[in-house]
Every structure is written in structure tokens, then in C-alpha cells.
């Protein structure tokens, strides 16, 4: 399994909108994703960028209008259409919203756009009152009833100067929703995936907390290949700002009792729960109801365990039966393999991915890890020094695997 876009022909349509300057960029992330990115500019877009800039950054011929009535003008659609997996129309203006909404198809953009069989997403960009204008909103219900995705537009300062909805999504985040669109056939699709992440914090007081050095990043990794895998994903996120992965409904907690309740809220009808949270093993067994001060001098904290979360999810899977598989994360600094064995096999876990968290280039706040897969029937899988992304979807494919087979409608 990979990052979806990889050698995907991707369709990007740009209309006339100063928002131009953004779809330039959104090209070059693409790119620097893997896909094959084909610009198809209208007239109105030539004014604002020219298909030399996108050439640039993508390697690729860009088209335009003059490229319809060439001498391949009566297949050049056609051929274009046919190759897309996804188009995607960024920025889109009021007057393009129209044409696709009504089939006119006086371009190479729009006549595209009617010969492809790909998913058609949409990112609307046009100046105040436009995107609210009844016409352009009766558009817009037309086109998501034929099941085109609209993302955006966003509020802010626009080019007139004037503040409302009308501004294109940024390319970062119009990245995130395309990533979607292209995993939604993936291994877990119509699969129901938990993932857990970063770290709990256990108050001591009103200001002060105990917590570890857990960045979020590992989970947040199998968050985005569960996604990418065509899961739905609930991310239950502790101590961490992390970006959220376009497409996950993201739960935040702060304390490990904060942890167990989503996770028991979240795992019904579950196919696997994905435990990578760095989760608290004990906390003050009383919170001071005021801030400690100095002058009282050091206080004496008594301490007591937190709830175990994994024991928690074993005794409700054996009533209930889901979540249907398990994976354990152990982050260990000693005896690596043997505690991840002793934690396999008292909480019931299907897989568990053991780290060392004293090596350099792996564990907490870095974006490389090395993990050992350890498995109920003994097998031992140490992986290959990795980003915590690859890792992630090599954690995804192992799932896959023991899931019992599942028909999608």
C-alpha cells in the first residue's frame, strides 16, 4: 500500500480568478506527491497564469483553449477525460460553476469535464456577494446532487477588499480532501478504524500537570494510511496540535480517564482499534483545588494508577466482540521484545508494535522510527528504519490482513 496519489493522472481545471496564483502551488504539491498532474487553463485563467508556470512545476503540458481546436482537437478531451482518476476544478468561478451545472460546454475545461468518467471535485473562488448570489447557490445544489465534491469556499479578505465566503481553500487543505477522494477504494474500505494518539496529561493542580514527550506523530501517521486505506477513522487525539487528516473525526481528550471514556464511546461496531496514544501510568490521586505555592514548601504527592485502557477494550470486545482486531503500541527503553510479549498476551492484543525509545532517530518527536511487529502466534517482524508515514502503512496492510473478510456494497 502507498500514498494514493502516486502515478495518478490528476485533472486540474483553473478558471480566471487571481486565486490562479494558489493553483500553481496546489500543482506543485501534487507533484511533489507523486502524481502526474495534467492543467487544463481556460481563457479568463491566461489572464491571471500562464501554462509555462505550470509546466514548470510539474513536467507536464499544460492546455488551453488553443489546444481544443488543434490538429488532435477532436480527441484531446476525450483522451484527457479518459486518463483522469480524479479532476479537480481549482480556483472555480461563478461563470465555470454555471457551464458544468448546466452542460455548456464552450471549452476545453468544461467539454473535459463531460467526457471524464473520474470523480469531479470542486473549489469555488469568486469575489463578495458572488458565491451567496441565489444563482450560483442553486449551482452549486445541482452539482452536489450529481455527487460532485465542493470544498470551500473559504471566509476572509477577498481581492475587492471586501470580507465574506469567497475565497479558495488553500492548496494544503485541497490536498488533504483529494487525498480522500483517491483511498476511498482502498484495502480497508468500508472498514471502521480507532486510532489513538499522543499523550495524556494528568493534573497536579490548576497550572500544573504531569505528562510524557509523545509528539502525536506515529499515530497521527496511522491515522492519515487508515484514510488513505479507505477507512472511516475516528482519531482520539491527547497532548498534541497536530493538523487533523482531512476526513478523520477527531476526539480530544486530555487525562488517561478522558482516553478510556472516547475510546469505549468509539469502539461499537468497530473493526479494529489502533492503541499508538502514549497513555499515563499513574497520576496525583488527588488534583489540588488551588495552585500549590512555594511558600508551602514541596508537596507531598500521593500517587495512584490510571485506568487501563487496553484491559478495558479486551473485557469489552469479549462481551460485545469488536473492536475486531487490536494493535498495541509499547514503548520501551529495556528488554524490548520480552515486555512487548508480556503486554501482547495480557491484554489480549492482536499485534503489537514494539520502539525503542532510547535510539536517536526513532520514538518521540521525530518523523523516522524503528518498530518490531510481534504478533499472538509468536511471530517476531522486525521492520526496515523507516519514516513514521511508510511504517504507518506497512501497520495498515498488516491489519488488513487479519480482518476477516468484508463486502462492500
Known sequence: MSNPFSGKNILLGVTGSIA???????????????????????????????????????????????DLWGGEGHVRHIGLGQMGDLLMIAPASANTLAKLAHGIADNLLTVTALAARCPLMIAPAMDGGM?????????????????????????????????????????????????????????????????????TSEPIDPVRYITNRSSGKQGF???????????????????????????????????????????????????????????????????????????????A??????????????????????????IGFAAESQDIIANASKKLAAKDLDLIAANDITAQDAGFAVDTNRITLLDRQGKVEALPFATKTILAETIMERLAALLPEHHVD
Open 301 to 326: 504527592i500521593e500517587w495512584q494508577f490510571t485506568p487501563d485502557i487496553l484491559m478495558a477494550v479486551a473485557a469489552y470486545k469479549k462481551e460485545h466482540g469488536t473492536p475486531t482486531v487490536i
Open 131 to 199: 458565491f451567496s448570489h441565489p444563482a450560483t447557490q442553486e449551482n452549486i445544489e445541482i452539482l452536489r446532487r450529481r455527487g460532485v465534491r465542493i470544498v470551500g469556499p473559504a471566509e476572509g479578505r477577498m481581492a475587492s477588499g471586501l470580507i465574506g465566503a469567497g475565497r479558495m481553500v488553500e492548496p494544503a487543505e485541497l490536498l488533504g480532501w483529494m487525498r480522500l477522494e483517491l483511498g476511498r477504494n482502498g484495502l480497508l474500505k468500508g472498514r471502521k478504524v480507532v486510532v489513538t494518539a499522543g499523550g
Open 20 to 66: 490562479g496564483y494558489k493553483a500553481a502551488d496546489l500543482a506543485s504539491k501534487l507533484t511533489q506527491e507523486g502524481a502526474i498532474v495534467h492543467v487544463i487553463l481556460t481563457q479568463a485563467a491566461l489572464q491571471f497564469v500562464t501554462p509555462l508556470t505550470f509546466q514548470s512545476v510539474t513536467g507536464q503540458r499544460a492546455y488551453c483553449d488553443a
Open 221 to 299: 501517521a496511522l491515522a492519515q494510511a487508515a484514510l488513505d486505506a479507505g477507512a472511516e477513522v475516528t482519531l482520539i487525539a491527547g497532548s498534541t496540535a497536530l493538523p487533523t487528516p482531512i476526513g478523520a473525526n477527531r476526539v480530544d481528550v486530555e487525562s488517561a480517564q478522558h482516553m478510556l471514556e472516547a475510546v469505549l464511546n468509539a469502539i461499537p461496531g468497530a473493526d479494529a482499534l489502533i492503541m499508538a496514544a502514549a497513555v499515563a501510568d499513574f497520576q496525583p490521586k488527588q488534583t489540588a483545588n488551588h495552585k500549590l505555592k512555594k511558600e508551602q514548601g514541596l508537596p
